[in-house]
């Protein structure tokens, strides 16, 4: 587990820019945190970070699901604060993701179907601090982020 303070936008970027280089096809991160900690902020600039040019990341709030392609593999955002039921999701094709990046804010809310093997960034906002932590599911993902 990696924990570090997200001072400011530019420290957000800086995250995900370092993680970006680690990921590969079928990786999955949940990103866990409460409204307006972060969590599309840092899919924004994760996204910008695989792309080769600047690419406009609208929040799937209404969406629920935004199909990027990357020039390496698609990226697949999810936003689940809408769903009602965790089989939901089989309906927005969650099982055709192994092909790329999927990127899930709001995992909770795929209860059961929320991958085992899994990067968690957990974004925690106080009135001093916002901390990111990441938490890795597998050993695959322990061992990548010794890198980090």
């Given at each position: 587990?990696?924990?570090e303070a997200l001072t400011d936008l530019a420290a957000t970027t800086a995250l995900a820019r370092r993680l970006a280089p680690l990921l590969r096809v079928g990786d999955v991160i949940a990103l866990y945190g409460d409204l307006g900690?972060?969590?599309?902020?840092?899919?924004?600039a994760l996204i910008n970070a695989l792309m080769p040019r600047e690419t406009e990341v609208p929040s799937p709030t209404y969406t629920i699901v935004q199909t990027y392609a990357g020039p390496d593999f698609p990226i697949y955002h999810f936003d689940l604060y809408r769903l009602d039921d965790p089989a939901e999701v089989l309906e927005?094709?969650?099982q055709d993701t192994q092909d790329g990046l999927t990127l899930i804010e709001w995992p909770v809310?795929?209860?059961?179907?929320?991958?085992?093997?899994?990067?968690?960034?957990?974004?925690?906002?106080?009135?001093?601090?916002?901390?990111?932590?990441?938490?890795?599911?597998g050993e695959d993902w322990q061992d990548r982020l010794h890198e980090f």
């Open positions: 587990m990696t924990s900690a972060g969590k599309t902020t840092f899919v924004r927005l094709g969650w809310r795929a209860g059961r179907y929320l991958p085992k093997w899994r990067l968690d960034l957990i974004l925690d906002i106080s009135v001093e601090t916002r901390t990111a932590t990441l938490e890795p599911h």
